[in-house]
C-alpha cells in the first residue's frame, strides 16, 4: 500500500528556518515524481515545490523561490523540503504529494494539483513571533 508520512512541521519566528520531511512506501520510488503543497486556513491548496523522478529538474512556485529548496533520496525513499527565511505568509499546512511517470518523463516536474494521484496527511507550519 502506498503511503506518504510527512513529518518536520512546527513553530517557528519570522526569518527561522524548517526542514520537512515525506517518507515514502509501498512502491518503486525512483519512478516517481514528487511535489510539495501547501494549504492555509480559509484557502485553496497551492503548489509550492516538485522534484522529478530523476532527481534532477526541480521547480518552485515564485513565493518561495530562493527560499526553499527541495531534495530528494531514492536510497531512503525520502524528499525534504528545507524552508529558509520563514515568513508569516508560509503558515499553512504542507501536504507531500507523488505521481508515477514513465521513463520518458524521467525530467518532468509536476505542477497542477490534478496531476498528482497520492497525498500525505500533512504536517503543519506556523510562523509567528
Known amino acids: 500500500q502506498l503511503q506518504l508520512a510527512e513529518s518536520g512541521g512546527g513553530l517557528v519566528r519570522p526569518g527561522g528556518s524548517l526542514t520537512l520531511s515525506c517518507a515514502a512506501s509501498g512502491f518503486t520510488f525512483e519512478n516517481w515524481a514528487l511535489g510539495w503543497f501547501r494549504q492555509a486556513p480559509g484557502k485553496e491548496r497551492e503548489w509550492v515545490s516538485c522534484?522529478?523522478?530523476?532527481?534532477?529538474?526541480?521547480n518552485y512556485a515564485h513565493f518561495v523561490k530562493g527560499r526553499f529548496t527541495i531534495s530528494r533520496d531514492n536510497a531512503k525513499k525520502r524528499i525534504d523540503l528545507q524552508m529558509d527565511n520563514l515568513e508569516p505568509e508560509d503558515t499553512a499546512l504542507y501536504y507531500c504529494?507523488?505521481?508515477?511517470?514513465?521513463?520518458?518523463?524521467?525530467?518532468?516536474?509536476?505542477?497542477?494539483?490534478?496531476?498528482?494521484?497520492?497525498w500525505g496527511q500533512g504536517t503543519l507550519v506556523s510562523v509567528s513571533a
Open positions: 504529494t507523488a505521481r508515477e511517470v514513465p521513463p520518458r518523463d524521467r525530467n518532468a516536474c509536476p505542477q497542477p494539483r490534478a496531476q498528482y494521484t497520492h
Open positions: 522534484i522529478s523522478s530523476s532527481g534532477i529538474e526541480t
